[in-house]
Every structure is written in C-alpha cells, then in structure tokens.
C-alpha cells in the first residue's frame, strides 16, 4: 500500500530528494517576496540607522522625516547625538505593542518602545515630532540660545485694560492729577530739566524723576516691550505677561463708586483670557501681572459697596495667575516687588557714579523719620516714633509730612534728608509697607523696620534673606510699652557693623530700581524689573515640574497664609546687630 502513494500518472517517483529540494525553494522565494512587500509599504524609504551606548550596544532606527512634512526641530548631527542620549535613558518595554508617549510640557516624550539590555539587542524607535502648542519649548531651544527658559509672550490686550486709561489720566485718582506722572514712560517730569546748584549737588546726573508711586504698572509695562527675551511666538514662552493696569483702573472707582463698577474691567478680562489659547496651556498657573497698588486693593471679600477694592484676586481664574505688587496680601500667588523711586538710569555708570557719591557722604544725623501721625489707627506706633523723635533732636531728623505739608512731595528734599542720616525708621502707616524703604536705601540710609510685614516677608526677590545685613529690627510691642528707645537702641550698634550694613544698603541699589525703559538696560547690573522676571519665570517652571510630575498645586496656588506676616528666623527675639 505504501507504494501506490508514490505513483503519479502511472509512473513511480524516480529522485525524491531533487523534489523535497525544489520545493522548498520555492516556498522560501515566496516567504522572501511577501517580507519584503510588507516592509516596502507605506514608503518609509527614508530610515537612518546608527549606534548609541547604555552598557551595551543598542541599535535604534529612527525615522526621518518626509520632504513634504513639518521640518524636524534640528538636523544636525549634534542633535541626532542629543536625541539618542535621551532615548539611551528611557524605560523599555515590549517592542511590538508599545507606542510613544505623547510631548508633555515641552519636555521630551519617553518612547516606551525601546528595549536594552547587557546584550546586544536591535530596537526600533520612531521620533514624534512634538505638538505645535506646548507650554514650555525651552529644551527643544539650542543651547546657544540666551533666551532658553527665558522666553516671554505678552497679550496685545485690548486698549480699554490698559493705554485707554492713560487718556483719561486726569480722573485716575481723585486728588492727583496723574497726566504729568504719565509722561516719560510713566516716570514723571525730569528733574534734571530744571537746572540748579541744589539739584546738582543732591543728584549729580542724569535719569532722575518725580516718579509717581502708583505708576509702577506703566514702568513694567514699557520695560516689558524691551525685555530681550519678549517673543511673539507663545509656544516658545515660558510665562505669559498680561499688561492690565489693575491699580490705575480701580483707582478711579475707590471713592463714591458700587462695587459693581469696581469689579466690570475685572470680570471682563478674566473672560477674555479664558477664552485664549495660551490660557489653556496651564490653566493661567504661567500668567502674571503687575498691580500698582497695594494686594488689598484687589481683594474685596464680600459684594458689599462700602467694603474697599476690586475683587480682581478673588476672582476664579485671578486664582490661577501670580500678582506682582508693591505690597503682598496673605495668599501665596502673591509677590512684593519695589515701589519706583526717583532714579531710573540708563546706563550703567550712572549707577556706579551714584554709589560712589552714597559712600563719601558725611551724615550728620543718627536717625530720621519722614511721614506722618496716623490717629485714627489705634495699633499705629507712629505718634510714638515721631514723639521719641522730638524727644531727640541732636541724633533725630524729623520731616512732618502732615496734611497740606509740601516737603514730602518733593523728591530733592527727600533724598537730602535720607542722605543726611545713618538709619531711616519705616514704621508702618495705611499699610505694612511704604515707598520711603526704597527711597531711603536709594539713598544709602540704612532702614529700621517695628513689623516684618514691612519688608523681611515682602520683598524677598530683591532682598537678601538675612534681615540683619542691611537694616535693623525693633518691636513694635517694645515701642508700644514703652520699654524701647530707638536712639540708645541705634547707639549700641557697633560702628564696624553700621560701616557693613551701609555697605551692603548701597549694593542693594541696583535691585531696588527701574531702569529707563527707552534704554537698553544696564550692562551686567540686574535691577529690579529683572530681579522680578527671574523670580516670575523660576516660579511658573517650579510650577510647570510639578504638574509634570503629578504635584499639581491646585488651591495650593492660591492659599492663604495665615503665619505669612510672622517674623522670619531668629530675628523674632529682636536681636539687635552684633
């Protein structure tokens, strides 16, 4: 039986192994063909394979792009070099199912198809180019570039939220005429135009100006416009800048206006915002904005028409935003920037000639205070201060800034009496803080604060973290018992620590000033406009890492800091500088 199966037509097989051999040939022929189509379809002629190291040899194949797609991000062979640095880094999985993860943040994706191991493995790798919309692009930036991470974009904000409400600058604030303190770029007339032996003596040079110190949004705005890092691309941005001037525009409603009036600029452009594409990037947590006015100003907590401010701050998407302002309220997307004072340089050796002429000076005075009584604040130690002041008159400059009093208004007389004394007292008045801190360090006079609220917790960009370097820290609680007093306080200060602090004052100036925004900027001195952008942008990437990583702040972002105002550090056992 077993011999009928090998007879065909009649005839027995005669060479079985030249039919087993012929066969299979044929069989791998066409194995061979179908591989070959399935690898030729979809045309991916254009693959490029090479080597990388991790421990072991691996080799990766990535795809190149096709001549009429988008353009990769780099063609060179440096940044093929780069790529496969950090797929040499990523976790590997099953070749055959996995996919690559999508761009997040702007950070390279983590292909979750690569495989390696101590041995040689071949793995294949395709590069995702990423979306064209991302929060942060600043790897994907050469590394030549000056402005990686640094990037900002900023709205072209209809004018009603900004450059409409210079135009009605005589109604900005109901006893000041602010026409004038909006010229310049929002620094005020020149003082310099008006040629005098006094003013010569005082200043010495140019760029100085009776600034305003509720202009600040103005000055931020126009220093903003020649930011070398501004970019009409916001995919590129790091942060995002928006130009509203919330402190000029409540400024006009504060007195004889509803709350409803208030709040209508505000309510406007939050909605205008949250309909932008860059809004949805993170949800607002990359956008900041510059308040001319105190935090308080922007946090009104109830609808009531006779409760103080806008609720700006208050406002849901205002939740997601950091405020730069002169004084910081309790919640933590706030932040303290210097009040502008009187001097805006353009060019670096004036601020160096300036210094110079702060550390030659004689100062014939031990202390002086410049302000006012505040009676109807029962907390207030002002009458206090002014008291032990006139108590004082050998080591105490008094300036009486009451009502009606012209001496205060005037930037020359200001700076002579700061540049005549040692230390400057800056108790608190309507609020923590005061425009007289910068004014006086501008002028080399040490500072002497009764509440941390007024600078340690404030200002913490533009000061260094250590109080006892460059100002002195008396209790307000020792002044209200009457237990402290300032000049024997400011007396037993070592005269080699009163030498340092100054020191350290003046090298402060820098930090505590808005250069002329029709300037370049200065060289290599940072000043405060600067000091503020680094802050906004180590702030907005700490932020950006989180949500990454799956921190997101959430109302977090926006919480209220009941223990904000306490006294940082050891200062609060009110050690006196040894």
């Not at 600043?138 to 072209?156: A, F, N, T, W």
């Not at 290599?524 to 799956?550: H, I, P, S, Y």
């Amino acid at each position: 039986m077993e011999k009928t199966q090998w007879i065909a037509g009649g005839n027995k097989c005669r060479n079985p192994l030249w039919f087993v051999l012929t066969a299979s040939f044929l069989i791998f022929f066409v194995l061979v063909c179908t591989d070959y189509s399935s690898l030729s379809s979809g045309r991916n002629f254009n693959r490029v394979t090479y080597y990388i190291t991790n421990f072991a040899n691996v080799i990766v194949t990535q795809d190149h792009h096709h001549p009429n797609s988008l353009p990769p991000l780099a063609s060179t062979d440096s940044q093929i070099s780069d790529q496969t640095k950090g797929i040499s880094y990523y976790t590997t999985t099953d070749t055959s199912t996995s996919t690559p993860a999508p761009y997040s943040f702007g950070h390279g994706s983590q292909p979750s198809n690569v495989t390696s191991s101590n041995e040689t493995q071949t793995a294949s790798v395709t590069y995702v180019p990423p979306p064209q919309a991302i929060p942060n692009t600043k790897h994907q930036i050469s590394d030549s570039d000056s402005c990686s991470g640094r990037y900002i974009y900023m709205y072209d904000l209809p004018k009603r939220f900004n450059q409409d409400l210079l135009k009605n600058c005589h109604s900005l604030q109901r006893w000041t005429d602010m026409c004038p303190y909006m010229s310049n770029m929002g620094l005020g007339p020149k003082l310099t135009d008006i040629s005098s032996k006094r003013r010569d003596r005082l200043l010495g040079s140019k760029g100085w100006f009776a600034t305003n110190q509720f202009s600040l949004e103005v000055i931020f705005h126009n220093r903003m416009k020649k930011y070398k890092c501004l970019t009409n691309d916001s995919s590129l941005a790091s942060a995002i800048f928006v130009p509203f001037y919330a402190g000029l525009n409540v400024g006009q409603y504060l007195w004889g206006y509803n709350a409803s009036i208030r709040d209508a600029s505000p309510l406007e452009l939050v909605k205008w915002l949250s309909n932008r594409p860059e809004w949805k990037t993170m949800w607002g947590k990359d956008h900041f904005l510059v308040g001319g006015r105190i935090a308080w100003d922007f946090r009104r907590q109830t609808d009531s028409d006779s409760d103080w401010g806008s609720k700006l701050m208050f406002l849901p998407e205002s939740k997601n935003m950091t405020l730069l302002s002169i004084e910081s309220s309790s919640w933590s997307n706030e932040q303290a920037i210097p009040y502008p004072t009187y001097f805006h340089p353009t060019k670096e050796s004036q601020v160096s000639e300036w210094q110079r002429r702060m550390r030659k000076l004689k100062r014939p005075y031990l202390f002086t205070f410049a302000g006012a009584p505040r009676p109807e604040y029962k907390e207030n130690i002002r009458d206090m201060v002014i008291s032990q002041c006139q108590s004082s008159t050998k080591h105490c400059k008094l300036v009486g800034c009451y009502h009606g009093a012209t001496k205060c208004d005037d930037p020359l007389n200001v700076i002579k009496v700061f540049q005549s004394s040692v230390f400057c007292l800056q108790p608190s008045g309507d609020s923590f803080t005061r425009r007289s801190i910068f004014d006086s360090i501008l002028a080399g006079c040490i500072p002497v604060f009764f509440h941390p609220g007024s600078a340690y917790v404030q200002y913490t960009w533009h000061f260094p973290s250590s109080p006892s370097e460059y100002s002195v820290f008396i209790s307000e609680n020792g002044i209200k018992e009457k237990k402290v007093l300032i000049n024997e306080t400011l007396l037993r200060i070592p005269r080699h620590k009163v030498v340092a602090m100054r020191e350290q004052v003046i090298r402060l100036i820098p930090r505590i000033i808005y250069a002329d925004p029709r300037a370049s900027g200065l060289e290599t001195l940072e000043d405060a406009f600067n000091v503020a952008v680094n802050g906004v942008l180590d702030k907005v990437d700490k932020t950006r890492r989180d949500m990454e990583e799956g921190r997101d702040p959430g109302n977090a972002f926006s919480q209220l800091k009941a223990t904000k105002f306490d006294m940082p550090g050891a200062e609060t056992r009110n050690e006196l500088p040894r």
